[in-house]
């Protein structure tokens, strides 16, 4: 069987999209594992892509503090409005800006706080607050429960991205 560069992990599956404790520990553990992922990498490896024309690994973890950035807000927006519309966004154009090209530990430290943010919120949400519910104008309603797990693929899927790359080379 061929290993899939791009969803390492395999594809997000909400009817596999596991328990809330899970999913909160998934968010609240990603900053130590991202940035374990990219220990002790050189510059040339950073900017390797994790597959072919794929994001490079700096790329790739910049994305994540975006991603996961705009999330936090997602999140926010729905438990302070009746069912926002959310704005979404060209991730694949922000990975081209000038601050994807800056060291990773700029966006390690956003990681890492963003997600002690985001695992106090959670931690504090109640039932009613995970039916909450948000439109995203692409793919539709999501409650917070569902985007919960979503993203806690996202980090998980991304690391993968990173730990599949340093396995294939023997980094």
Do not use: C
């Given at each position: 069987?061929?290993?899939?560069?791009s969803y390492?992990i395999?594809?997000?599956d909400?009817a596999?999209?596991?328990q809330?404790?899970?999913?909160?520990?998934?968010?609240s553990?990603?900053?130590?594992?991202?940035?374990?992922a990219?220990?002790?990498?050189s510059?040339?490896?950073l900017?390797?892509?994790?597959?072919?024309e794929?994001?490079?690994?700096?790329?790739?973890?910049?994305?994540?503090?975006?991603?996961?950035l705009?999330s936090?807000i997602?999140?926010?927006?729905?438990?302070t409005?009746?069912?926002?519309?959310?704005?979404?966004?060209?991730?694949d154009?922000?990975?081209e800006?000038?601050?994807?090209?800056?060291?990773?530990?700029?966006s390690?430290?956003?990681?890492?706080?963003?997600h002690?943010?985001?695992t106090?919120?959670?931690q504090?949400?109640?039932?009613?607050?995970?039916?909450?519910?948000?439109?995203?104008?692409?793919?539709?309603?999501?409650?917070?429960e569902?985007?919960?797990?979503?993203?806690?693929w996202?980090?998980r899927?991304?690391?993968?991205?990173i730990?599949?790359l340093?396995?294939?080379?023997?980094?």
């Amino acid at each position: 069987m061929t290993e899939d560069l791009s969803y390492p992990i395999g594809k997000f599956d909400p009817a596999n999209a596991g328990q809330r404790t899970d999913n909160i520990k998934a968010i609240s553990d990603l900053p130590l594992n991202i940035a374990n992922a990219v220990s002790r990498l050189s510059e040339d490896q950073l900017d390797m892509p994790y597959r072919p024309e794929g994001w490079t690994v700096r790329q790739t973890v910049h994305h994540v503090a975006d991603s996961h950035l705009n999330s936090l807000i997602r999140f926010k927006l729905a438990l302070t409005e009746d069912k926002p519309t959310i704005r979404p966004y060209y991730e694949d154009r922000w990975a081209e800006l000038a601050d994807s090209k800056m060291p990773v530990e700029v966006s390690l430290k956003i990681i890492d706080g963003l997600h002690s943010r985001w695992t106090n919120l959670l931690q504090s949400m109640s039932d009613a607050d995970f039916a909450r519910r948000l439109i995203h104008p692409e793919s539709g309603e999501w409650t917070l429960e569902k985007l919960i797990a979503m993203y806690a693929w996202h980090g998980r899927h991304h690391t993968a991205h990173i730990t599949k790359l340093r396995e294939r080379k023997a980094w």
